[in-house]
């Protein structure tokens, strides 16, 4: 399980830069908020008035974004099995949950399913190649000499703009298109640190398994590749898919 306090002051952080273009594609009344994370977007989505349910796979999150967002209905649950009923949503959002699960055209029908006719989505994903916020701390790994395997990505085959919308549309949707999120962002690279590795996510979980002394090499790999992002931050690249569900 990933340490959310951790996680929020980390990877959340990062992510919360896409929420303001998701919600430009998907906000209605009922919004589905899937992998929610710390409840980044649940929290923006209820400032603009949706009434939001908020579903994610581990519990410590589902427990942060209950805490902080008692007006937001909160369910456990794991992707491709949601817990609702055929079009019971006017939109879902979801900020960079279907890069992590193991059947993107079962999840996208399943997605699909929950939607009401008529209805937007909008998902995020990481462009890995632009990835330097956490590509930095593989490449420090790297750097170290410490044997790593990363584990294994499902999404890889799934992930370029012109693949996604193919499994939008076989999924039932249409007017699917992809645009690019740039930006940089900006955080002090030692706390970036210790909120990535404290955060225990399925990546860099590894780091603090290690012994001491190899830490210490990893972060100061790590501390010498980040150097040059510290004043004006990583650059980062995301895919924003969106959609619509057919009116028929």
Not at 66 to 88: K, M, S
């Amino acid at each position: 399980m990933t340490n959310a306090e951790a996680y929020d002051r980390g990877f959340a952080q990062l992510s919360s830069h896409t929420v303001g273009p998701l919600l430009n594609r998907a906000c209605a009344p009922r919004l589905l908020d899937v992998g929610c994370g710390t409840g980044v977007v649940t929290s923006a989505a209820l400032a603009l008035g949706a009434e939001v349910t908020a579903v994610d796979a581990d519990p410590g999150m589902l427990e942060l974004t209950a805490r902080r967002h008692p007006y937001a209905t909160i369910r456990q649950a794991v992707l491709p099995d949601l817990p609702f009923d055929d079009g019971e949503f006017d939109a879902i959002a979801g900020n960079f949950i279907i890069n992590h699960v193991p059947d993107t055209a079962r999840t996208l029908k399943e997605l699909h399913r929950v939607l009401r006719p008529g209805g937007t989505i909008a998902l995020t994903w990481w462009k890995s190649d632009e990835m330097t916020a956490t590509n930095v701390f593989a490449d420090a790994i790297a750097a170290a000499g410490v044997p790593y395997e990363p584990p294994a990505r499902p999404f890889t085959g799934n992930d370029t703009p012109r693949r996604f919308t193919e499994l939008l549309e076989a999924a039932g949707f249409e007017a699917a298109a992809v645009d690019a999120v740039r930006w940089r962002h900006r955080v002090d690279p030692a706390t970036w640190w210790d909120d990535i590795v404290q955060a225990g996510g399925p990546r860099f979980a590894m780091i603090a398994r290690q012994p001491p002394e190899t830490v210490e090499r990893i972060r100061a790999c790590y501390t010498r590749l980040a150097a040059p992002y510290e004043r004006e931050g990583f650059p980062v690249c995301a895919y924003l898919a969106h959609a619509t569900r057919s009116g028929l």
